[in-house]
T-cell receptor, first 114, second 114 residues
């Protein structure tokens, strides 16, 4: 049982490049989400999904796309990277959106846009 | 929108001393989560509080939610080097149970000096 796995751990991109951050969980969790963490701003919700085939926007969705074709995977796509997207990205999951169980977080992807 | 303010932003204490971190919300809290983060790692769930006046403890860490459900405190007794890290409070701003589009405070960086 690996929990929430994010890849890659580190990435450097040039402005305008596209990239997909991978997130996978093996706990059969329905609810998955993506956050970005910036200094002095805590974590902010980008997109989330309440189950396969269902996604919705969070607080800061612009510049990012997501899809949820399977329960296990929830990739985050940067369509055209911008320096403002330099951040640490965290994926999280939990068992059921109707419960109040806490979210489980991955170890993060550190992304730098030059 | 709901905002969470943590204080202090940074804290340096001598090993063995007690300390308190506060999390104040601009609106009523329907679920308050405390997480700990070590550099380069993901967030580790510590405790969840839901009811006004609720108090939970785990080892040397105690978290409380005030009666009005707008402030929470995290208290560490007899601090140890293993307590060092960034502590984040997260709140569920939704009245819909389990929606859990969490908002987070900016974090408190705790350093323990030997």
């Amino acid at each position: 049982n690996a929990g929430v796995t994010q890849t890659p751990k580190f990435q450097v991109l040039k402005t305008g490049q596209s990239m997909t951050l991978q997130c996978a969980q093996d706990m059969n969790h329905e609810y998955m989400s993506w956050y970005r963490q910036d200094p002095g701003m805590g974590l902010r919700l980008i997109h989330y999904s309440v189950g396969a085939g269902i996604t919705d926007q969070g607080e800061v969705p612009n510049g990012y796309n997501v899809s949820r074709s399977t329960t296990e995977d929830f990739p985050l796509r940067l369509l055209s990277a911008a320096p403002s997207q330099t951040s640490v990205y965290f994926c999280a999951s939990r068992t059921d959106r109707r419960s109040n169980q806490p979210q489980h977080f991955g170890d993060g992807t550190r992304l730098s846009i030059l | 929108s709901q905002e969470l303010e943590q204080s202090p932003q940074s804290l340096i204490v001598q090993e063995g001393k007690n300390l308190t971190i506060n999390c104040t919300s601009s609106k009523t809290l329907y679920g308050l989560y405390w997480y700990k983060q070590k550099y380069g790692e993901g967030l580790i769930f510590l405790m969840m509080l839901q009811k006004g006046g609720e108090e939970k403890s785990h080892e040397k860490i105690t978290a409380k939610l005030d009666e009005k459900k707008q402030q929470s405190s995290l208290h560490i007794t007899a601090s140890q080097p293993s307590h060092a890290g960034i502590y984040l409070c997260g709140a569920d701003p939704s009245t819909i149970q389990g929606a859990q589009k969490l908002v987070f405070g900016q974090g408190t960086r705790l350093t323990i000096n030997p």
